[in-house]
């Protein structure tokens, strides 16, 4: 998994893919493998597999806090904010003090409310 990491990172996408699903193989159960697969897929425009992966990986390690918080990021690319919330939000419910995933609950709370459009106040 760590060399399919390392590809990935120089943007052998094809390379990191073979590597982990050689990875698969062996742990077919790891969460992360299944993480990385989903970002890699989503880097192909391969988002309904990238959705697969990242529930796949989510469901193996449901108290991964980091699984989560990726995958609400990529459904915040995709314009799915609602979704992403409630992501994000289950991140937060397994480790409050994640910097990053606080960040991102701030951010989709913006454009959930600008994708709602002004409000209108009856007097």
Request: aromatic share 14%; charged share 20%; net charge neutral.
């Amino acid at each position: 998994m760590n060399y399919g990491i390392q590809l990935m990172q120089r943007g052998d996408l094809v390379g990191a893919r073979n590597y982990f699903n050689q990875a698969l193989k062996i742990w077919p159960n790891y969460s992360y493998l299944h993480l990385n697969l989903a970002i890699v897929s989503s880097a192909e425009n391969l988002y309904q597999d990238a959705d697969k992966e990242f529930r796949l990986a989510n469901m193996l390690n449901p108290n991964n806090p980091t699984g989560y918080f990726f995958y609400a990021n990529w459904l915040k690319s995709k314009k799915r904010y609602s979704e992403a919330f409630v992501n994000v939000e289950k991140g937060i419910s397994l480790s409050p003090d994640y910097y990053g995933a606080k960040e991102l609950r701030e951010e989709l709370m913006g454009l959930e409310q600008e994708s709602r459009g002004p409000q209108v106040v009856n007097k």
